[in-house]
């Protein structure tokens, strides 16, 4: 009776569990892309008026539908792709600097990044009175900017990406109290408009509006998908990114700079819908697995939160509510719980 040796059973062995954790990466992405795709059509299917599945593929394949192309086409349509689209660079942008920093606190949305653009936002549209194309470009300046203050000061030392997060959860706290004050002081017309974005809305999304989140992603997203191997060894640490061959300082800059720009173009759009920067990642790794990128998942995850949490505001309740508040109240039990476990951790070491 032949036996098989130890040294042949360890490489079968770590082939197998190889081949185990590709399939979970594969079908849990595949899930997660279909779950995507069946929210979108829920999204263009359901509303006051519903419409056949048959109607709204002829009305996406440019037919002239009566009805179904205005409510379809020009409604609908908007406000899904502003869904996918925003909930992707929430999702990249959150899992992004979650792993770089080794820590589910570091999300844009915890640490202020996107208390910058909102900022920078409201005062261009209670203050400064002006477009949304500007209020675009603003609130993205203003989110960069947020996110080179957050990280000069936290700079040096060994615990930087501890710091990082306390500096800019209290810098983020100040860009609230700025909010706060312009609302107060602005005039009364003015109040809605602010207030409705702050919230986070799919309300009155709008086809040229998707222009800066489609090169956002089109742009960043494969830069952050090209450095996902060295975002993996960013994990470990600085030292043992080094010793793999990582240039940090370049990497962590490029990476920054990346889901920055991303999560601050997706505020810009939408407003700050809270906590799918925060969520997205952590789901993702559950569905997929640890060990593996990240990107694409976090994307998918995050897309989904955004169209379910609108179609669960819009249809759920006798009152519609914006897509941030049922993002909110799905997002903070899990800070809580998060917090709770890291305060005990910390108690315990």
Known sequence: MLMTSPARQ????????????????????????????????????????????????????G?????????????????????????????????TFQTMLRNPLASPDVIGITSGASAAAVISLAVLHLSGGAT??????????????IYAA???????????ILIGIGIGAMLDAVVAFVIQRAAEWDVPVAMRWLTGS?????????????????????????LSRDLGALELGDASATALGVR??????????????LACVAT??????????????????????????????????????????DLIGQFAFDTKFPVGVITGILGAPYLLVLLIRTNR????S
Do not use: H
């Open 202 to 226: 799919l309300n009155g999304a709008r086809m040229e509006e998707l222009w800066p989140l489609v090169l956002a992603l089109a742009l960043l997203g494969p830069v952050v998908a090209a």
């Open 154 to 164: 936290a700079r040096g030392g060994e615990s930087t990406g501890g710091r990082l």
């Open 268 to 309: 810009a759009t939408t407003g700050p819908i809270a906590f799918v920067a925060f969520l997205a990642g952590p789901i993702a790794q559950r569905i997929v697995g640890a060990g593996a990128s990240l990107v694409v998942p976090s994307a998918l995850v995050g897309a989904c939160l955004v169209l379910a949490a």
């Open 136 to 149: 675009t470009v603003i609130a993205l300046v203003a989110g960069v900017a947020t996110a080179a203050v």
């Open 10 to 61: 360890a490489p079968a062995a770590l082939l197998a569990g190889r081949r185990r954790r590709r399939r979970r990466r594969a079908v849990g992405t595949a899930v997660l892309a279909a779950l995507a795709l069946l929210l979108i059509m829920a999204t263009l299917l359901v509303g006051t008026t519903f419409y056949p599945v048959a109607e709204v593929i002829r009305v996406l394949a």
């Open 345 to 348: 951790k910390g108690a315990s």
């Open 248 to 261: 940090v300082g370049r990497t962590r800059v490029a990476l920054i700079l990346s889901a920055v720009a």
């Open 63 to 95: 037919e002239d539908v009566p009805g179904a192309s205005f409510t379809v086409g020009q409604q609908r349509l908007p406000r899904a792709l502003t869904g996918l689209l925003a909930g992707a660079a929430f999702g990249i942008a959150g899992s």
